[in-house]
């Protein structure tokens, strides 16, 4: 239920239960507000009465032989001061005032309302609340959907922030309550954006810094005689640390838009076994496999492809459970592999670079494959096959250079 319906549903409640309460209560008080102009006919007509030593003033009885018996018992001995009484019957409704004379005389006034004159005044009256719930209901639905509306624009934009564009906004507009929740938020996602930026300026100088002193172990390990474990091993932590540095900036480089991507065509079935072919080199005894479904050419980056799937199979080795499988299917690649499959906040929000769920290493590998994927134009989607196991898709988009190659090769309509 929407925060529009709610309020709107609020403000209806309300005025159609002020319309309800105002036609109940309103002919009531009309009605008591007659009694006491009638008395105060009375009262006035009672002491010009007295004054005048008897003289009757027009509306005013003395001793009047219709007056009810239940007037004229409350008017009795010991009875009040002036009452009123209020005597209903099919023409209308009597108001009677009436108080003690002189010698025991019962002094009455009375005025006759016609049935209708109430009638009309509670139709009237609930016909005017009736309108103006309606129109209290229009208005409030409408200040609800305005409310609505900035709060939907302002929701957009904060699911821009939390996607990555640091530079996206709320819109501001006037005074309230919204616009003082959207201001906060710039300014948070302002001090965000620049503390991002701080961290990566910081940690991409730290790896350029890194770069000659790497490199000069890198030379002095080649350098180390014999071939013993302990030389090997420095050897490896160097190449490892060489990599790690040249991750570091690559996703500098993506942070900062430095990367572009040169498309040509690609048979993607090619690739994924050039892709494999890298990796068991490497890895000798992995098992890694294609499996063609459905090979087709496509317009993209070779490079960046080979680097975002390279790092989609090496962290299904790593973190996985082998064998493990790259399917080409058209415009997708999935990578899969038997292991325990991806943590639920990595399907939830995507890689994040430097966490990755206690599986060990800094989640770089999968951060950049994102990040490359994007300078392509593909998608990347994370999920768990029932079957156990964990499922990457490549998704390739549709350029107009595949429609002209399609043409050329005569190959089926692209998916």
């Given at each position: 239920?929407?925060?529009?319906?709610?309020?709107?549903?609020?403000?209806?409640?309300?005025?159609?239960?002020?319309?309800?309460?105002?036609?109940?209560?309103?002919?009531?008080?009309?009605?008591?507000?007659?009694?006491?102009?009638?008395?105060?006919?009375?009262?006035?007509?009672?002491?010009?009465?007295?004054?005048?030593?008897?003289?009757?003033?027009?509306?005013?009885?003395?001793?009047?032989?219709?007056?009810?018996?239940?007037?004229?018992?409350?008017?009795?001995?010991?009875?009040?001061?002036?009452?009123?009484?209020?005597?209903?019957?099919?023409?209308?409704?009597?108001?009677?005032?009436?108080?003690?004379?002189?010698?025991?005389?019962?002094?009455?006034?009375?005025?006759?309302?016609?049935?209708?004159?109430?009638?009309?005044?509670?139709h009237a009256t609930r016909s005017a609340a009736v309108v103006g719930a309606l129109g209290a209901s229009i208005v409030g639905l409408g200040l609800a959907a305005s409310m609505a509306r900035r709060l939907r624009r302002s929701?957009?934009?904060?699911?821009?922030?939390?996607?990555?564009?640091?530079?996206?906004?709320?819109?501001?507009?006037?005074?309230?309550?919204?616009?003082?929740?959207?201001?906060?938020?710039?300014?948070?996602?302002?001090?965000?954006?620049?503390?991002?930026?701080?961290?990566?300026?910081?940690?991409?100088?730290?790896?350029?810094?890194?770069?000659?002193?790497?490199?000069?172990?890198?030379?002095?390990?080649?350098?180390?005689?014999?071939?013993?474990?302990?030389?090997?091993?420095?050897?490896?932590?160097?190449?490892?640390?060489?990599?790690?540095?040249?991750?570091?900036?690559?996703?500098?480089?993506?942070?900062?838009?430095?990367?572009?991507?040169?498309?040509?065509?690609?048979?993607?079935?090619?690739?994924?076994?050039?892709?494999?072919?890298?990796?068991?080199?490497?890895?000798?005894?992995?098992?890694?496999?294609?499996?063609?479904?459905?090979?087709?050419?496509?317009?993209?980056?070779?490079?960046?492809?080979?680097?975002?799937?390279?790092?989609?199979?090496?962290?299904?080795?790593?973190?996985?459970?082998?064998?493990?499988?790259?399917?080409?299917?058209?415009?997708?690649?999935?990578?899969?592999?038997?292991?325990?499959?991806?943590?639920?906040?990595?399907?939830?929000?995507?890689?994040?670079?430097?966490?990755?769920?206690?599986?060990?290493?800094?989640?770089?590998?999968?951060?950049?494959?994102?990040?490359?994927?994007?300078?392509?134009?593909?998608?990347?989607?994370?999920?768990?096959?029932?079957?156990?196991?964990?499922?990457?898709?490549?998704?390739?988009?549709?350029?107009?250079?595949?429609?002209?190659?399609?043409?050329?090769?005569?190959?089926?309509?692209?998916?």
């Amino acid at each position: 239920m929407g925060l529009r319906f709610k309020i709107g549903m609020t403000i209806a409640a309300t005025a159609a239960v002020s319309a309800t309460l105002t036609g109940t209560f309103v002919p009531g008080i009309v009605q008591g507000d007659r009694r006491d102009s009638v008395l105060a006919e009375y009262q006035e007509a009672a002491r010009h009465y007295r004054v005048s030593e008897g003289r009757v003033t027009a509306g005013l009885e003395v001793d009047p032989v219709k007056v009810p018996e239940d007037l004229r018992r409350a008017v009795g001995p010991g009875g009040a001061r002036s009452v009123t009484y209020l005597e209903a019957d099919a023409s209308g409704t009597t108001v009677w005032a009436a108080g003690p004379g002189e010698d025991g005389q019962l002094l009455a006034f009375r005025r006759h309302f016609p049935q209708t004159l109430f009638e009309d005044l509670e139709h009237a009256t609930r016909s005017a609340a009736v309108v103006g719930a309606l129109g209290a209901s229009i208005v409030g639905l409408g200040l609800a959907a305005s409310m609505a509306r900035r709060l939907r624009r302002s929701t957009r934009q904060a699911d821009r922030i939390k996607d990555g564009e640091l530079d996206a906004r709320l819109p501001q507009r006037g005074r309230d309550e919204i616009a003082q929740l959207s201001a906060a938020v710039n300014a948070m996602a302002q001090a965000l954006a620049a503390r991002i930026e701080t961290e990566r300026a910081v940690t991409a100088n730290i790896a350029h810094e890194l770069r000659t002193p790497i490199a000069g172990l890198l030379t002095a390990s080649s350098l180390l005689p014999g071939d013993d474990r302990p030389t090997e091993m420095v050897r490896e932590r160097a190449v490892r640390l060489r990599d790690l540095m040249e991750d570091v900036l690559e996703v500098a480089r993506i942070d900062n838009g430095g990367e572009r991507a040169e498309p040509r065509e690609v048979e993607l079935a090619a690739l994924a076994r050039r892709v494999v072919a890298g990796v068991q080199a490497d890895r000798p005894q992995a098992a890694v496999a294609v499996e063609v479904i459905h090979d087709t050419v496509r317009e993209t980056d070779p490079r960046r492809l080979d680097r975002v799937l390279t790092n989609l199979v090496t962290n299904a080795l790593r973190h996985g459970a082998e064998p493990v499988v790259v399917e080409v299917d058209g415009p997708e690649l999935r990578v899969r592999d038997h292991g325990p499959g991806f943590p639920p906040e990595l399907i939830a929000h995507g890689p994040q670079r430097f966490r990755t769920g206690g599986n060990g290493g800094l989640g770089l590998g999968l951060a950049i494959a994102t990040g490359q994927a994007g300078v392509i134009g593909a998608r990347l989607s994370w999920h768990n096959p029932p079957k156990g196991g964990a499922v990457v898709t490549i998704t390739l988009p549709r350029t107009p250079a595949d429609e002209a190659i399609q043409t050329v090769r005569g190959d089926a309509p692209l998916q």
